[in-house]
């Protein structure tokens, strides 16, 4: 397959595939979910193509994935679908410590909504300003930051579950 | 100056933590905290959280072989839309299903209530301990001499692949020997230590295919502790009638002896 010139618009959304892999994972429950939004998002931007203004292609491109993810799992019921991916899908560059922790943590961030998550999400992955989340989403700042607020204070809550002890495995 | 500290709201906080602050306001910020621990301690848990957070989808930035024809047009079938509609469909035929059970007959009985492994297994976990543990004569199958063979056998059963029997003799427990029996419906292990005053502990390894990774979690009933945890498909617990300090230390030379 030929790759796309890097001033293209499909070698500039080309350049951009591995951070918006990243985004749209930290959004999703599984590495499956993360490809298919992934996959689904560029085919949508596209088909818009024409409706890019020319300016920030990343900030457009990562508001339709947010928009695609907010909508898309509101059509399914709330009930988690969890995959468990095969251990060669993942890839660790840079893992936390303790598994069990990693997956805790993972536990504690599918528990969000996918308002609540989206907006932790652009600020902790994308590392958004606050202002650039409320543009990006076309919502208050001061919604922006409630919904941080519950994102952080929820994720708190399923961390520290009382019968739960948190054992590290020593190096 | 605790005029102006007083203007330090949650939103602050927030920005404090996320790095969205000019060097002057973060100076004001700064103050405030090491005069408000509470504060402080929400702040710097805020902030470890965004590096976990990081840290944890960071392997994430990468291109594959396939992005090409992601973004020429040629991409792969499965979609995150279609795989919704897959989603529809499922919930769909099992709807009708359910309807055609409810005017037809009754083929299937379904249990009231279905407990995950992460339920269950400490209840199968204080059985086995209680059932095994006080055999004299035959509390294990293969007894220790045959390690290597318990390995292998079990590993087999559980498909496990180089199941490797957990090495507790630092914690002072030597190994008695292991069982093939049935944990969430499926092939088991159990092993069985003991210590020098024979003092028996018993560690049960159990796979399914729905289980989630959890963290460590303890059980009591009466005065038999278990440990137990789920790390990928397969469920760990380890019971004893040893003080709980004592068991979390075998749980942790387990979760570190078996392979992640």
């Given at each position: 397959m030929?790759?796309?010139?890097?001033?293209?618009?499909?070698?500039?959304?080309?350049?951009?595939?591995?951070s918006l892999r990243r985004y749209s994972r930290s959004l999703t429950r599984s590495d499956a979910d993360g490809e298919d939004l992934l996959q689904d998002c560029v085919e949508k931007v596209l088909a818009r193509r024409g409706q890019w203004r020319g300016l920030n292609l990343r900030g457009w491109v990562l508001t339709i994935m947010t928009n695609l993810y907010r909508n898309g799992r509101r059509q399914t019921d709330r009930a988690p679908f969890v995959e468990l991916d095969n251990a060669e899908d993942t890839v660790s560059v840079d893992p936390a410590p303790d598994p069990l922790e990693r997956s805790r943590l993972e536990d504690a961030l599918n528990s969000l909504s996918e308002e609540n998550r989206s907006v932790l999400m652009l600020v902790v992955i994308e590392g958004y300003t606050y202002q650039e989340v409320a543009t990006a989403l076309d919502i208050p700042i001061g919604t922006v930051m409630s919904r941080l607020s519950r994102a952080r204070q929820r994720i708190g809550e399923r961390m520290k579950a009382d019968n739960v002890i948190t054992l590290r495995r020593p190096k | 100056m605790n005029e102006i500290n007083q203007t330090v709201t949650e939103a602050d906080l927030h920005a404090y933590a996320d790095g969205q602050l000019p060097d002057q306001a973060r100076g004001r910020i700064e103050a405030w905290l090491s005069d408000n621990p509470d504060d402080a301690a929400r702040v710097a848990e805020w902030t470890a959280r965004n590096a976990d957070i990081r840290s944890l989808f960071a392997a994430y930035e990468k291109s594959t072989d396939a992005d090409i024809g992601l973004v020429t047009g040629r991409r792969q079938p499965a979609s995150w839309s279609k795989r919704l509609a897959t989603m529809a469909a499922i919930i769909a035929i099992f709807g009708l299903g359910a309807l055609s059970g409810h005017y037809g007959p009754t083929l299937f009985e379904r249990p009231d209530l279905q407990l995950t492994e992460l339920e269950t297994l400490p209840n199968e976990a204080r059985n086995a301990f209680l059932v095994y543990a006080g055999e004299v004569r035959h509390p294990v199958e293969v007894f220790a001499n045959e390690e290597a063979h318990l390995a292998t056998w079990l590993g087999k059963r559980l498909?496990?692949?180089?199941?490797?029997?957990?090495?507790?003799?630092?914690?002072?427990?030597k190994l008695v020997g292991g069982r093939l029996l049935p944990v969430d419906g499926g092939p088991g292990a159990m092993f069985m230590y003991e210590d020098q005053a024979g003092e028996r502990l018993t560690v049960l390894v159990g796979r399914n295919a729905d289980n989630r990774s959890t963290s460590f979690r303890f059980a009591s009933s009466g005065n038999i502790e278990t440990f137990y945890w789920i790390d990928g498909e397969l469920g760990y617990a380890v019971t004893g009638e040893v003080s709980r300090d004592v068991l979390r230390k075998v749980a942790e030379e387990c979760y570190r002896q078996f392979p992640s």
């Open positions: 030929k790759t796309p010139g890097q001033d293209t618009f499909e070698g500039q959304i080309l350049a951009l595939l591995p | 498909a496990v692949q180089d199941l490797k029997v957990p090495n507790l003799q630092e914690l002072g427990f």
